[in-house]
């Protein structure tokens, strides 16, 4: 294969600011930059991807990396007519679906049990755009994704796949059916039901806090009746 006239020198320094194209033109000749800068550049699509069929991280990232494995070995495939996104997210999708079937023993994500109950595992790492200005404020974050990860995990699979990728990974509700293999009228009405589904689940998980909001209690309590009745000595 004919080797791409790009300066070596300029191309080590720029490998991650190189376009799909160009990377996947050097990588077909087993450049290791270019294939690490294809992972980097579309790792958290994947991932997210692959999480939201398996609900488990390191699980995920196993479906990650063997969907890459898989790619790679049969990059001289890719023609380009799709977005590499695209295709590799299809590869992610399919080894993920792959494994979901073999656990329950169906044919296709139209056949998923929607009555599947949650299992345990890990949480999603949603992205921050906030940098922290303090460790409460810190904490005040960390508490609203997991309660957002945990309502995204309870949802039915078929729910949860359509769900991450219309509204984690902004794509278009044709684009995310067509990676999914529904039509988009199918893609629509389950992303209703996820989003109201989200909201069921985000509602329960509140509801057994507002008891507690604006606590006034202990100490704060006590003080408040040694002033009262301090301020009806003074007026005695």
């Given at each position: 294969m004919?080797?791409?006239?790009?300066?070596?020198?300029?191309r080590?320094?720029?490998?991650?600011?190189?376009?799909?194209?160009?990377?996947?033109?050097l990588?077909?000749?087993?450049?290791?930059?270019?294939?690490?800068?294809?992972?980097?550049?579309?790792?958290?699509?994947l991932?997210?991807?692959a999480?939201?069929?398996?609900r488990?991280?390191?699980?995920?990232?196993?479906?990650?990396?063997?969907?890459?494995?898989?790619a790679?070995?049969?990059?001289?495939?890719?023609?380009?007519?799709a977005?590499?996104?695209?295709?590799l997210?299809?590869?992610?999708?399919?080894?993920a679906?792959g494994?979901?079937?073999a656990?329950?023993?169906?044919?296709?994500l139209e056949?998923i049990?929607?009555q599947?109950?949650?299992r345990?595992?890990?949480?999603?790492?949603f992205?921050?755009s906030?940098s922290a200005?303090?460790?409460?404020?810190?904490?005040?974050?960390?508490?609203?994704?997991?309660?957002?990860?945990?309502?995204?995990?309870?949802l039915?699979d078929?729910?949860?796949?359509?769900?991450?990728?219309?509204?984690?990974?902004?794509?278009?509700?044709?684009?995310a059916?067509?990676?999914?293999?529904i039509k988009?009228?199918?893609a629509k009405?389950?992303?209703h039901?996820?989003?109201k589904?989200m909201?069921?689940?985000?509602?329960?998980?509140?509801?057994?806090?507002?008891?507690a909001?604006f606590?006034?209690?202990?100490?704060r309590c006590?003080?408040m009746?040694?002033?009262v009745?301090?301020?009806l000595?003074?007026?005695?």
């Amino acid at each position: 294969m004919t080797a791409i006239a790009v300066p070596v020198a300029r191309r080590r320094q720029n490998i991650s600011a190189l376009p799909d194209a160009e990377l996947v033109s050097l990588a077909k000749q087993g450049d290791e930059p270019a294939i690490r800068a294809i992972v980097q550049r579309h790792n958290q699509r994947l991932f997210r991807t692959a999480r939201a069929i398996i609900r488990n991280d390191w699980e995920a990232e196993d479906v990650v990396q063997a969907a890459y494995v898989k790619a790679f070995t049969n990059l001289a495939t890719f023609r380009g007519e799709a977005e590499l996104s695209t295709w590799l997210t299809r590869i992610t999708l399919n080894e993920a679906l792959g494994r979901v079937r073999a656990r329950k023993n169906t044919t296709g994500l139209e056949e998923i049990d929607m009555q599947t109950t949650s299992r345990g595992g890990e949480v999603l790492q949603f992205p921050s755009s906030l940098s922290a200005t303090d460790p409460e404020s810190e904490l005040s974050r960390s508490q609203a994704r997991h309660l957002l990860e945990q309502a995204v995990d309870d949802l039915p699979d078929e729910f949860r796949a359509i769900f991450v990728l219309r509204e984690v990974e902004g794509m278009s509700t044709e684009e995310a059916a067509s990676y999914l293999g529904i039509k988009p009228e199918t893609a629509k009405t389950r992303l209703h039901r996820a989003r109201k589904a989200m909201r069921q689940s985000i509602e329960k998980q509140l509801s057994g806090a507002f008891a507690a909001l604006f606590p006034f209690d202990g100490a704060r309590c006590a003080s408040m009746g040694d002033r009262v009745v301090a301020v009806l000595r003074q007026t005695s």
